[in-house]
């Protein structure tokens, strides 16, 4: 395995009157199995943005939307929708604090949505390990039912945005769960390239990932008995951190054991995100498809921190990486495995 990685600087003129030079290092990255480009200039992170100011609270937001909030506790059984008596009698999914329940507006055949709390805010340091493995039980019992319902649908995704600057349109925490006929396009790729790398070199990709990772030592943040936690080579987000489960290909494989594993990995992935400053964040997961268990692929999980949260503020993705597949990085993976490792 071979991280290949060209660093290049460049001089530019800073923002003061006297124009004086400044010279920043830029570093070119492929990721090692997709090829998948980034640039990461560190000193994009403390570039004025306007139109996000210091010191703006989110309280007063967080307080406008607790009442009518559609997931709170006292109005989510009157407010949402039912599953159909077919598919589930009850009509929902009930496990700890977690609700499940169809989404009102899927962009998916099989689309549920998932809360994680009755509490309408939580910063990112409250949040429990029962709570995600309340949730993520839930969900497998969800992508479970759909399985029997249809075998062509068998590939699941568990999705979490939080926040509006993240994608979400509700403050209340929540995640959505997917189930599809065909694989998104990344996942596509992820699918392909870890067989081609099997072929070619009849070892799993992601087990060799986390020794090579594990034996450099720069990425490497931590692990347990079923995850392995690195900061991605070639980040796709700012603050990325890969979980790679150790052997299980899909969500539906994943046992109560192991799904605690990598809830609590997660809690703490996201108290380190508290510390940085990160108050908004998209995870995902990367699954094959159920039923199937090849050699070659193993389950994995992204998580990016997005644009901190305010009433006004502007969005890290660029045409940079919206059109041309090239992702704009203001953060080393290196530092952020640096600044989590204490954690675990």
């Not at 290909?249 to 990995?265: A, Y």
């Not at 094959?288 to 992204?302: G, I, Q, T, V």
Request: hydrophobic residues 40%.
């Amino acid at each position: 395995m071979e991280f290949r990685k060209e660093v290049r600087s460049t001089e530019i003129l800073s923002p003061l009157i006297q124009f004086e030079s400044e010279v920043q290092s830029i570093e070119y990255r492929e990721d090692p199995l997709t090829g998948s480009q980034c640039r990461i200039n560190v000193a994009r992170a403390v570039r004025v943005r306007q139109v996000q100011q210091a010191g703006v609270e989110v309280r007063e937001v967080i307080e406008r939307t607790a009442s009518g909030c559609s997931f709170c506790p006292q109005n989510i059984s009157q407010r949402t929708p039912k599953f159909p008596p077919i598919l589930l009698p009850e009509g929902r999914i009930e496990r700890g604090e977690c609700l499940l329940f169809p989404n009102l507006y899927p962009f998916a055949e099989y689309h549920a949505v998932a809360t994680l709390t009755g509490r309408h805010f939580l910063e990112l340091d409250e949040f429990t390990t029962q709570m995600l493995v309340d949730n993520l039980m839930a969900s497998k019992d969800f992508i479970a039912l759909v399985q029997q319902k249809d075998e062509k649908a068998v590939y699941p995704m568990w999705i979490w945005n939080h926040l509006p600057s993240s994608g979400a349109s509700i403050i209340h925490p929540h995640v959505q769960i997917t189930v599809d006929r065909t694989p998104t396009p990344e996942l596509g790729k992820l699918i392909g390239k870890s067989e081609e790398y099997w072929r070619q070199r009849r070892m799993n990709y992601w087990q060799e990932l986390i020794e090579v990772e594990r034996g450099i030592g720069e990425r490497y943040v931590g692990e347990n008995d079923s995850v392995a936690v690195i900061a991605s080579f070639a980040p796709r987000g700012n603050n990325e951190v890969q979980v790679i489960f150790k052997g299980p290909v899909n969500l539906i494989d994943l046992d109560e054991r192991q799904i605690r594993d990598f809830s609590s990995v997660i809690v703490k992935i996201l108290y380190c995100y508290k510390g940085m400053g990160v108050n908004s964040f998209n995870l995902i997961t990367y699954s094959a498809p159920l039923m199937e268990r090849p050699d070659y692929f193993w389950m994995s999980a992204r998580i990016i921190s997005r644009p901190v949260f305010q009433p006004f503020y502007t969005s890290d993705a660029g045409f940079m990486e919206r059109f041309y597949d090239v992702w704009v990085i203001e953060t080393l993976p290196e530092e952020v495995a640096r600044e989590m490792r204490t954690t675990f």
